[in-house]
């Protein structure tokens, strides 16, 4: 499929790039020099993998582990300064997604309206929870001094990514001796689904009922289980949200396939969420513009579903033109 849009791919600023070096060498020299390149190859394999174009976002854990809240605000000014930079010099090509420094409620909301009103961004994405203060703090968006500022994101009308990040290493015990689960093979999506489940149960949602949140890697796995999560929380008393757990995902969800090219999942997500709530995503460079793309043009999904997925639901949710 030619014309695609690929929505959660990632860039760094030198500042940055340390913030994902979990990966031994020589796999993280390459991400490293990739994350730098926006112009130069990442535009060739582009084109030779048919990516009209690509919304960028700043690498995980970027700025949520920074724990002096004035450094995050600077920095994360510094790498939306930097992406409008580099996107102003090919608009036709790349849109960008606002880092911001949720260390502070309403620092996180001033920027966002900067970076939508001023330098013409498609929404944020954020790297999951927040330290503020010291290491082993993590700090959620359904809380309560959190409101101000998804009241701001509502107001704009902008989606809010929540992408994965590292698990602290208080949080980790049930990895003890097992430590290739920790990260993008299971934490990534258990620390995120957390998350999003947290949002949806919190009442958040019916306080704000038009946000639009998008996930990655085809649900975090909440798709495939939202069944028996619903089913279960009706003997659950207590929660503050007004509606089903199924209901917030299909009204205020939407999921990509970042880095989750398998079929048989793309199709369980479409029949959960349904076609119009599925973005393409290949999660580059952390996964390969070519294995996400065959993979997807080869799909054995309908050719309709096919387009909206890879392209007209991004024009829409991200106002794409």
Same mark, same amino acid.
């Given at each position: 499929?030619?014309?695609?849009?690929?929505?959660?791919?990632?860039?760094?600023?030198?500042?940055?790039?340390?913030? @994902?070096? /979990?990966?031994? @060498?020589?796999?993280?020299?390459?991400?490293? $020099?990739?994350?730098?390149?926006?112009?130069?190859?990442?535009?060739?394999?582009?084109?030779?993998?048919?990516?009209?174009?690509?919304?960028?976002?700043? &690498? @995980?854990?970027?700025?949520?582990?920074?724990?002096?809240?004035?450094?995050?605000?600077?920095?994360?000014?510094?790498? &939306?300064?930097?992406?409008?930079?580099?996107?102003?010099?090919? *608009?036709? /090509?790349?849109?960008?997604?606002?880092?911001?420094?949720?260390?502070?409620?309403?620092?996180?909301?001033?920027?966002?309206?900067?970076?939508?009103?001023?330098?013409?961004?498609?929404?944020?994405?954020?790297? @999951?929870?927040?330290?503020?203060?010291?290491?082993?703090? $993590? !700090?959620?968006?359904? +809380? *309560?001094?959190?409101?101000?500022?998804? $009241?701001?994101?509502?107001?704009?009308? !902008?989606?809010?990514?929540?992408?994965?990040?590292?698990?602290?290493?208080?949080?980790? /015990?049930? =990895?003890?001796?097992?430590?290739? +689960?920790?990260?993008?093979?299971?934490?990534?999506?258990?620390?995120?689904?957390?998350?999003?489940?947290?949002?949806?149960?919190?009442?958040?949602?019916?306080? =704000?009922?038009?946000?639009?949140?998008?996930?990655?890697?085809?649900?975090?796995?909440?798709?495939?289980?939202?069944?028996?999560?619903?089913?279960?929380?009706?003997? !659950?008393?207590?929660?503050?949200?007004?509606?089903?757990?199924?209901?917030?995902?299909?009204?205020?969800?939407?999921?990509?396939?970042?880095?989750?090219?398998?079929?048989?999942?793309?199709?369980?997500?479409? +029949?959960?969420?349904?076609?119009?709530?599925?973005?393409?995503?290949?999660?580059?460079?952390?996964?390969?513009?070519?294995?996400?793309?065959?993979?997807?043009?080869?799909?054995?999904?309908?050719?309709?579903?096919?387009?909206?997925?890879?392209?007209?639901?991004?024009?829409?949710?991200?106002? +794409?033109?």
């Amino acid at each position: 499929m030619q014309g695609k849009i690929a929505v959660e791919e990632h860039f760094a600023i030198p500042a940055t790039t340390g913030r @994902s070096a /979990r990966y031994q @060498s020589p796999y993280w020299s390459a991400l490293q $020099a990739k994350l730098l390149d926006i112009h130069d190859q990442r535009l060739v394999e582009m084109d030779r993998n048919g990516i009209a174009t690509e919304i960028i976002s700043l &690498n @995980s854990n970027g700025v949520q582990s920074i724990l002096d809240v004035a450094s995050a605000v600077d920095t994360a000014r510094i790498a &939306n300064d930097a992406l409008a930079e580099a996107i102003a010099k090919r *608009p036709d /090509r790349f849109a960008g997604f606002a880092a911001l420094p949720m260390q502070d409620p309403q620092a996180a909301a001033t920027e966002l309206g900067r970076c939508v009103r001023d330098l013409k961004f498609k929404g944020a994405l954020v790297n @999951s929870f927040t330290q503020v203060g010291t290491d082993d703090t $993590a !700090v959620y968006y359904d +809380l *309560p001094q959190y409101r101000a500022f998804w $009241a701001e994101v509502e107001r704009l009308g !902008v989606p809010f990514y929540l992408h994965p990040r590292d698990q602290l290493p208080s949080r980790r /015990r049930a =990895y003890d001796g097992h430590p290739w +689960l920790i990260g993008s093979p299971w934490g990534f999506a258990e620390e995120t689904a957390i998350h999003a489940l947290r949002l949806m149960g919190s009442g958040l949602l019916d306080d =704000y009922p038009k946000l639009q949140i998008v996930i990655g890697h085809l649900g975090e796995r909440i798709p495939y289980d939202l069944w028996r999560l619903d089913h279960r929380l009706t003997k !659950v008393p207590g929660r503050p949200a007004k509606k089903t757990m199924g209901e917030y995902f299909r009204r205020n969800f939407h999921i990509t396939t970042s880095g989750h090219f398998c079929t048989q999942s793309l199709i369980h997500a479409i +029949l959960t969420v349904g076609a119009d709530r599925v973005l393409f995503a290949v999660d580059y460079p952390f996964e390969d513009h070519a294995h996400g793309c065959s993979w997807f043009d080869a799909a054995e999904i309908a050719e309709s579903d096919r387009i909206k997925i890879g392209r007209d639901n991004a024009k829409v949710l991200f106002s +794409l033109g």
